[in-house]
Nanobody, 117 residues
Framework: QVQLVESGGGLEHAGGSLRLSCTTS????????MGWYRQTPENQRELVAS???????NYAASVKGRFTISRDNARNTVYLQMDNLKPEDTAVYFC???????????WGQGTQVTVSS
């Protein structure tokens, strides 16, 4: 059974930092491109950042320079370090695993991030 479990969300002031973690089980982690997405109160789900099995990264323009995605293949875990948070970063953050060169996809349950001004 595949599981993606997010943690690390919470309430933070603008300018602060949070670190999200997503620990997976039931997949060969290194074969998956991992991504963080967020869903706004308007129900738009957008890509925040992604990282391939080889470590290549991609970021949304709105978070570039503030957020850092990383992965630990030995721990089957992907991280999102979020610095200089802004109120507009408030959303539910989801972890996604997509098998590289495939369409097989899994999602986590999401973790709430709230940034106060």
């Amino acid at each position: 059974q595949v599981q993606l479990v997010e943690s690390g969300g919470g309430l933070e002031h603008a300018g602060g930092s949070l670190r999200l973690s997503c620990t997976t089980s039931g997949i060969v982690f290194s074969e998956y491109t991992m991504g963080w997405y967020r869903q706004t109160p308007e129900n738009q789900r957008e890509l925040v950042a992604s990282i391939g099995g080889g470590g290549g990264t991609n970021y949304a323009a709105s978070v570039k320079g503030r957020f850092t995605i990383s992965r630990d293949n030995a721990r089957n875990t992907v991280y999102l370090q979020m610095d200089n948070l802004k109120p507009e970063d408030t959303a539910v953050y989801f972890c996604k695993a997509r098998k590289t060169w495939d369409t097989l996809t899994y999602w986590g349950q999401g973790t709430q991030v709230t940034v106060s001004s």
